[in-house]
């Protein structure tokens, strides 16, 4: 029911804003509840408090899914807006104001997937700090670090080696994955989609064909992730990738499908050592994505 006009309207609570926002982008309650750290009940108390100020439904839900209505939709954009307001009067008052330049290098893949998330949270947060990334090899962007071209790297680093100086920010299983319903790895010799040489993805998946003595070629070669996952997709071939790079039309391929067990790999930062204020507050910025990675699964 509307607010008569004579009464003050209700006050938003900005801490249940985040909250639907957390939601709306995850797409479920449980995902939300972690990334906001509340139980998915106190989650649910919120929502349900939303709905009954607004006198609208702004989710959607059933047995699989969460979805945003249309007056979901809307309040969406006023809900990132006012977040963005608050963070913004907040850090005016208490984050000192930090000025700067950072060189950040990252590999293509990452550069891809987390970046834009990395740097949409971190523009908010610090306005006045200008990122210029660069996307390279690993191997290339370590020369980049010891020559001072680069204040903060990532960089993927095979299951047998670590840079040195660098910190661990993620260790995942790399899989082999092949399409949905696809039959490349039926064939052979096994048709292989590979990033160039200096890939730990690569070295290891080459490692585990060698140890299992399994025929292949290298039918698909790209220095980039999409490249990679339309080889896939057309069935062209498999590829070794990070479990959590698997999408919804991609299947994992195990040894019971003839496929040899790669190993893991470690994502790691390395940060110049007499790093600026704007250098640390990119490198824990960093640091902090990647917990909430460890935790939820989500960017």
Not at 54 to 68: C, E, I, K, P, T
Request: hydrophobic letters at 45%; glycine letters at 6%.
């Amino acid at each position: 029911m509307n607010a008569p006009l004579n009464h003050p309207l209700p006050l938003l609570d900005l801490d249940v804003l985040r909250t639907f926002v957390a939601i709306a982008e995850t797409g479920s309650f449980t995902t939300a509840a972690n990334a906001v750290f509340r139980t998915p009940s106190a989650v649910s108390m919120q929502i349900k408090k939303l709905e009954d100020i607004l006198g609208r439904s702004v989710f959607a839900r059933d047995a699989r899914s969460v979805s945003l209505t249309t007056d979901g939709e809307m309040l969406l954009g006023y809900a990132r807006r006012l977040l963005s307001i608050n963070r913004e009067v907040v850090s005016k008052f208490i984050i000192p104001e930090i000025v700067g330049v950072v060189r950040l290098g990252s590999p293509d893949d990452y550069g891809e997937r987390v970046l834009p998330h990395v740097l949409k949270r971190f523009a908010q947060s610090h306005p006045s700090i200008a990122v210029d990334v660069t996307i390279d090899q690993s191997s290339n962007l370590r020369r980049r670090m010891d020559d001072r071209a680069l204040d903060i790297t990532l960089l993927t680093n095979s299951y047998k080696t670590s840079a040195l100086g660098a910190e661990v920010l993620l260790t995942e299983p790399i899989v082999w994955a092949g399409a949905k319903g696809g039959c490349a790895h039926l064939r052979e010799p096994l048709p292989v989609s590979l990033w160039e040489e200096g890939c730990a993805w690569r070295a290891g998946a080459l490692d585990a064909l060698g140890r299992e003595g399994r025929n292949y070629r290298v039918a698909y070669m790209s220095a980039h992730t999409a490249g990679q996952r339309a080889a896939i997709m057309a069935d062209l071939a498999v590829a070794p990738l990070p479990r959590s790079f698997l999408g919804n039309d991609m299947v994992e391929l195990c040894p019971k499908d003839g496929m040899p067990d790669i190993g893991t790999y470690n994502l790691a930062m390395v940060v110049a050592p007499d790093a600026s204020a704007p250098v640390k507050a990119v490198a824990d910025h960093i640091r902090a994505t990647f917990e909430v990675f460890r935790e939820t699964g989500k960017f």
